[in-house]
């Protein structure tokens, strides 16, 4: 996982933002977060888009799936959540 400073959110009334559109994949921000920042996060880069996307786990044992952009400003790295969906297990 690439180190980062600060995680951006839009609004969560934006319909067309992040917070959003993990909440249609049954998360919430905490959750994605918390995932971010456990233990055993795996980079890769999404297949369909080639973007950056990490495999992360919450501490409940569920695997997530989270896409992403960085960016940097004034010295600080930003992180912004573009989609995020829990993997299911077979």
Request: charged share 25%; net charge negative.
């Amino acid at each position: 996982m690439p180190d980062f400073d600060l995680i951006l959110w839009d609004d969560e009334d934006d319909l067309d933002g992040n917070v959003w559109h993990i909440r249609l994949n049954g998360l919430t921000p905490d959750e994605v977060e918390d995932a971010l920042s456990g233990p055993g996060v795996r980079d890769v880069s999404s297949r369909s888009t080639g973007r950056s996307s990490s495999y992360a786990s919450l501490l409940n044992g569920r695997s997530l799936f989270i896409v992403y952009e960085l960016s940097k400003e004034a010295g600080l790295v930003f992180l912004y959540p573009i989609t995020a969906y829990e993997l299911l297990q077979d």
